[in-house]
């Protein structure tokens, strides 16, 4: 009887065994088939965090068998991309869209220097036009220097094509030059004060070097308007003395040489070399109310139509002069001498207390006035 239980409790407890056995193959069946049906599914997503603490989803390269870094292919992808345009052409026309994912969005390692203008026709934006030739000249510069890189990129938007991007960056006015730096935000300085340096291609460059550190070498297309004039205006003197050539008195008119050599003074005196350096606009519309300024506000900047105003007010109390010293040293009539005295006397204190006025107002502060404030 124990030999029967006992074989009896043997044979049962094979038979459990074997029963756990087969139970536990089947479990571990089971849960590597569902491990791999996971593995394989392209809804499984890992977390990865970037160096800028912020963490992106990634999917499963069933292909590769490996995960990919979106952020970094994205990144190469826009690099890859602004190099394409820019071998295309050296500004890149952007609307609002490319704008946010090339210029505002991350990853970013490479900073955008920026042009919002107005260049369509109906804008009636002469400096825009001319704003955008400087610039141009910088971004070809830029283009075809040996030290060209993508690190620095040009665009540019047109108010018609990105309105929005005027309404993000809270412009009222155009043109205007922004830097967006390859990390971080821009700041006051990356924007370009136009009022206080022009927007002539030199300047431009030399605040981007501020800026970034790449020192760019404008190369500016051959012009040859003015030794065309030149080579016209010896021509013309050339053939004057060759005509007159029996009789040169001329040359030793006083009152010529004396008519020259104000236009020199004249032009000198109200500003053109520094037109001629900073490259400012003619002069400056109010978006707002439409208003047309000629006299800048401020000391450290001019408009030319300023420079020409000044000019026509110095030469109006440069003749007020002439006729008063005319009349001090003719010998005519009393009573047309005494009239044309007055007449110069009122020509000098009416200009001059103009040019006075101008002054004041570019001069904050400044106490003196005469007849006109």
Not at 154 to 176: C, I, M, Q
Not at 316 to 339: C, P, Q, W, Y
């Amino acid at each position: 009887l124990r030999d029967k239980m006992a074989y009896g409790t043997e044979t049962g407890d094979c038979t459990k065994m074997a029963a756990c056995r087969k139970n536990f193959s089947t479990f571990a069946c089971l849960t590597v088939v569902f491990f791999l049906l996971v593995v394989d599914s392209p809804a499984l997503g890992v977390k990865k965090k970037e160096d800028d603490d912020e963490f992106e989803w990634m999917t499963y390269d069933h292909q590769q068998r490996k995960f990919p870094y979106p952020s970094q292919n994205a990144l190469g992808d826009k690099v890859q991309q602004l190099m394409e345009w820019s071998s295309k052409r050296p500004v890149i026309r952007m609307n609002g869209d490319k704008f946010r994912q090339y210029v505002r969005a991350a990853p970013r390692n490479y900073s955008v220097i920026l042009m919002l203008t107005a260049l369509q026709p109906q804008r009636q934006c002469t400096v825009c036009r001319q704003a955008n030739d400087e610039f141009q000249i910088v971004a070809n510069s830029w283009r075809y220097s040996p030290s060209f890189s993508n690190k620095l990129f040009f665009a540019s938007v047109d108010y018609d094509e990105g309105a929005d991007v005027f309404s993000t960056l809270k412009l009222n006015s155009a043109p205007s030059f922004m830097h967006f730096p390859g990390k971080g935000k821009p700041k006051k300085g990356d924007t370009f004060d136009i009022q206080r340096t022009g927007f002539a291609a030199e300047s431009i460059a030399k605040w981007i070097n501020e800026r970034t550190d790449v020192h760019i070498r404008v190369f500016r297309p051959p012009n040859y308007s003015g030794s065309i004039a030149l080579g016209l205006l010896f021509t013309l003197i050339g053939g004057l003395l060759y005509l007159r050539r029996n009789n040169l008195e001329f040359l030793y008119n006083k009152t010529s040489w004396g008519i020259g050599a104000l236009c020199i003074v004249f032009a000198m005196t109200s500003g053109q070399m520094w037109n001629h350096i900073r490259g400012p606009p003619y002069a400056h519309k109010n978006p707002q109310t439409g208003q047309v300024h000629y006299i800048h506000g401020s000391s450290q900047a001019q408009f030319i139509a300023e420079t020409h105003i000044v000019i026509l007010l110095n030469a109006a109390v440069t003749f007020g002069m002439v006729l008063l010293h005319e009349t001090a040293v003719s010998k005519g009539d009393v009573g047309k001498r005494r009239i044309v005295t007055l007449v110069g006397l009122g020509i000098v204190a009416f200009f001059f207390s103009l040019l006075l006025s101008i002054f004041k107002s570019k001069y904050h502060g400044y106490p003196y006035s005469f007849l006109i404030k």
